[in-house]
């Protein structure tokens, strides 16, 4: 590592176990230098590379110094959805493990779920039912939403970069890139994915990890089968628990 990575990297160490104090100042230039030994253009180089990670940032003037940032998550997703597209990930890979993080997910999310996170999960469906007044929504909020709900930030990050990775697959590369374009156009998909989305919810809601995974899963699978035309059908009761069919009479 250059002497500026190994800088940053030490300020990152110190900002882990300071706790990660947003807003806090870690010093100015001046006391940065003295306290790393290193020159100025090092220095400066290092602040670069931390204010590209968002990581912290350089305010000037009276009071001013190194200040603790909230590193940019949607930096990190663009990173690894690239790479994953760069090592050539087959739909089929990128499934497998979006069910599994998912799973995780809906499983956290159904036996934490409170009244503040059961209000995010209905707003988000209301907001998903009028989304073609609002160019803004599209149809992987909720799944976003659910991983936020469960608490487990690795999980949420996972799907974010696992939904950003199939949008990619049905809408481009600019799916990467714009989120607006993970949005389908419109046709009776969002319709039929809305009520799949009720449905997960709703088991959710009740607590039934069972059943919501049961729902997600079919949901995904549903969503790879048919390249994202419709799930609607994904999210029926388990098969067992549906009322046998009744023989026609001849």
């Known amino acids: 590592m250059k002497l500026a990575e190994q800088t940053a990297a030490k300020i990152e160490l110190a900002i882990i176990e300071q706790g ?3 807003g806090s100042v870690l010093g100015s230039e001046a006391d940065l230098l003295a306290e790393y030994r290193v020159s100025r253009a090092v220095l400066r180089e290092a602040v670069r590379l931390l204010e590209h990670d968002n990581v912290a940032h350089m305010r000037r003037g009276p009071g ?3 200040v ?3 590193p940019d998550t949607a930096a990190v997703t663009r990173a690894a959805t690239l790479y994953l597209r760069y090592r050539n990930v087959s739909p089929g890979q990128l499934f ?31 907001r998903e039912a009028a989304a073609g007044q609002q160019p803004d929504v599209t149809s992987h909020d909720f799944h976003i939403v659910v991983a936020e709900i469960s608490g487990n930030p690795a999980v949420e990050l996972l799907t974010d970069v696992v939904t950003k990775l199939s949008a990619a697959a049905f ?4 799916g990467l890139l714009d989120r607006t374009a993970n949005r389908p156009p419109p046709n009776p998909v969002l319709p039929d994915v809305h009520a799949v989305h009720v449905r997960i919810a709703e088991a959710i809601i009740a607590g039934d990890v069972g059943l919501a995974q049961h729902r997600m899963t079919r949901h995904l699978e549903a969503i790879a089968a048919a390249g994202g035309r419709s799930a609607a059908a994904a999210a029926d009761e388990p098969p067992a628990s549906r009322p046998p069919r009744r023989r026609r009479r001849r």
Do not use: C, H, K
């Open 171 to 174: 809408t481009g590369s600019a």
């Open 20 to 22: 990660w104090p947003l």
């Open 96 to 126: 497998a493990a979006r069910i599994a993080v998912e799973l995780a997910a809906a499983r956290a999310t159904t036996e934490n779920i409170d009244e503040s996170g059961i209000a995010l999960l209905r707003e988000t469906l209301d």
């Open 68 to 70: 603790v940032a909230e």
């Open 64 to 66: 001013g110094g190194l």
